[in-house]
């Protein structure tokens, strides 16, 4: 199931267990790409408590350890390990929010080509949607 693009998204993520960042996002067209902005926050735990407060639910917890690199001066390259579902490739691209994402998805399925990774192989859903369908499999 795609996420509904009028839903904004909170998240809270630490990084290397020293900075913690709030970011909105909301889906554009799909599950994999989204209208981004984050903020650096002193403590992730009190607001954790804020936004529980205000009725936000958790919706994935999820541990990902990502190494990155590039492959153009536009793509990101990044190799995902996610327990307990497994370790991923994923290309990123940064755009302004008015870009045309299927222009942005063209380019991105293009350098997966190049990359060789096979259609087939390639998932259209992100880390969280895919934890949440493993979690409800009970294979957690």
């Given at each position: 199931k795609e996420k509904d693009p009028s839903v904004n998204w909170l998240r809270i993520r630490t990084q290397d267990n020293e900075t913690t960042y709030?970011?909105?996002?909301?889906?554009?067209?799909?599950?994999?790409?989204?209208i981004e902005h984050e903020t650096i926050v002193s403590d992730?735990?009190?607001?954790?408590?804020?936004?529980?407060?205000?009725?936000?639910?958790?919706?994935?917890d999820i541990i990902k350890v990502r190494r990155t690199g590039r492959v153009s001066e536009t793509i990101e390259v990044c190799l995902d390990e996610v327990p307990p579902l497994g370790v991923f490739i994923e290309l990123e691209m940064l755009c302004n929010d008015d870009v045309d994402g299927r222009s942005v998805e063209a380019e991105l399925y293009q350098a997966l080509d190049t990359l060789g990774i096979a259609y087939a192989e390639r998932i259209s859903h992100g880390y969280d949607v895919l934890m949440n369908a493993h979690i409800a499999a009970g294979k957690v």
């Open positions: 709030l970011t909105l996002k909301r889906s554009v067209q799909g599950d994999l790409d989204s992730g735990n009190e607001l954790d408590v804020m936004l529980r407060y205000m009725g936000y639910e958790v919706y994935s």
